[in-house]
């Protein structure tokens, strides 16, 4: 994704808003001891482009300022409800009755997304997992000797937590995962928090300082799809989450919907090339 970001010119401000970790360390979230590192300054070296932490929202802020500077318009107060087609156009329905009609809709709608429930008329299917987060002040964590400049990851039985640092170091982002035992046993109610404390009782002192600073108003359930075949249905395509929804794999779901995209631009740019070279009777 840097080696995306840098090619469409956007690496100097995501390096200014995120963090450039030096080590990924797994420890056993049980004695808090090292299991093993990888070298991330050393990846930069090899691959020549860095490996990259950053706030979801500030990744979000950095597209948006890019795609305004090239005309678009974000609509954000539109929900998407259905989709239609035929030989020339493809058109996006809204719950407010308006419609959007264009050559081609690219629907990135989500792992929920309506496109694909329509196009493929599958389900997500749920892991058992579910996920807390919370992205705090650094200064709240800074005298409990967590890693400043890595991203540390406690491997348990049946749980990781996760913990680095964001914005320059002035923020710490956690996230606890855990496999939710009402989940595997079919109860509608599942992944409360406490399960999150059950899950990660008796682990080392590192993860006992971190899990009362966890959000626990909200949680999400982890989900992916089944895989398919084909992303482009006529002239609807999916992107992102509503292709390919993966589970939680260091934090590389938004990265494969970046990826998409430039692929997809790459894709279009070729055709208009080669409609441009035959208009032109090259």
């Known amino acids: ?3 995306i970001l840098d090619a469409y010119g956007l690496l100097h401000e995501a390096k200014s808003l995120g963090v450039l970790p030096e080590a990924m360390v797994m420890k056993d979230a049980t004695d808090g ?3 093993t590192r990888l070298d991330l300054v050393d990846l930069e070296r090899k691959y020549g482009f860095p490996y990259m932490v950053i706030h979801r929202s500030d990744l979000h802020g950095i597209f948006l300022r890019a795609a305004q500077r090239e005309g678009v318009e974000l609509i954000t107060d539109k929900q998407c409800v259905a ?3 035929d030989g020339a156009t493809a058109t996006a329905v809204f719950a407010d009755g308006t419609t959007d009609t264009a050559e081609i809709v690219i629907a990135a709608d989500g792992i929920h997304s309506v496109a694909r429930n329509t196009l493929v008329a599958d389900e997500p299917v749920s892991s058992n ?3 807390y987060r919370a992205a705090i002040p650094f200064d709240e964590v800074r ?3 967590v890693h400043e400049k890595d991203v540390v990851v406690y491997i348990g039985p049946r749980c990781h937590f996760v913990q680095y640092p964001l914005r320059g170091g002035q923020m710490f982002n956690q996230v ?4 939710s035992p009402k989940a595997v046993a079919g109860e509608e109610d599942w992944g409360t928090p406490d399960e999150l404390d059950a899950a990660f009782d008796g682990m080392c002192d590192q993860v006992g300082k971190g899990l009362p600073l966890m959000w626990r108003d909200r949680w999400w359930r982890m989900f992916d799809r089944n895989p398919i075949d084909q992303w482009v249905f ?3 395509a999916l992107l992102g989450d509503a292709a390919h929804p993966p589970l939680q794999y260091m934090a590389q779901g938004a990265i494969m919907a970046i990826e998409d995209g430039w692929v997809l631009a790459q894709h279009v740019g070729a055709q208009l090339a080669t409609r441009s070279a035959e208009s032109s009777g090259i």
């Open 143 to 145: 005298d409990n000797g």
């Open 129 to 131: 997992y579910v996920a």
């Open 234 to 236: 006529g002239r609807i």
């Open 176 to 179: 606890a995962v855990f496999q």
């Open 83 to 85: 989709y239609e087609q």
């Open 33 to 35: 001891s090292e299991l």
């Open 1 to 3: 994704c840097t080696r």
